[in-house]
């Protein structure tokens, strides 16, 4: 069974950082797309940054360039969204989702994900 568990929201002030994790279980871990998205009230879900297991490559949103960083511990089967210099436009319910790499053709369309987590909420005070 595929399981995606999401953790590390809450809240922060603007200019803090926080660490958001996404554990993967039910995958081979090393051959995967995992993609973390954002909805905030009354707006659509947006791509925010994913990362393939397989060759470690990455994308961000230019929202995020430069202040958040994906990586990937396969030991753990955990990959994680570092977000610095919060805004308080990054306040949202952050999702990862996940799916074969080789299926992913776009990464940064939650159309390409078939696997989803909870989501977790950050929110950032100004």
Request: glycine share 10%.
């Amino acid at each position: 069974e595929v399981q995606l568990v999401e953790s590390g929201g809450g809240l922060v002030q603007a200019g803090g950082s926080l660490r958001l994790s996404c554990a993967a279980s039910g995958f081979t871990f090393d051959d995967i797309a995992i993609g973390w998205f954002r909805q905030a009230p009354g707006k659509e879900r947006e791509g925010v940054s994913c990362i393939s297991t397989s060759d470690g490559k990455t994308y961000y949103a230019d929202s995020v360039k430069g202040r958040f960083t994906i990586s990937s511990d396969n030991a753990k089967n955990t990959v994680y969204l570092q977000m610095n210099s919060l805004k308080p436009e990054d306040t949202a319910v952050y999702y990862c989702a996940a799916e074969e790499a080789h299926r992913v053709v776009v990464p940064y369309s939650e159309y390409e994900y078939d696997y989803w987590g909870q989501g977790t909420q950050v929110t950032v005070s100004s």
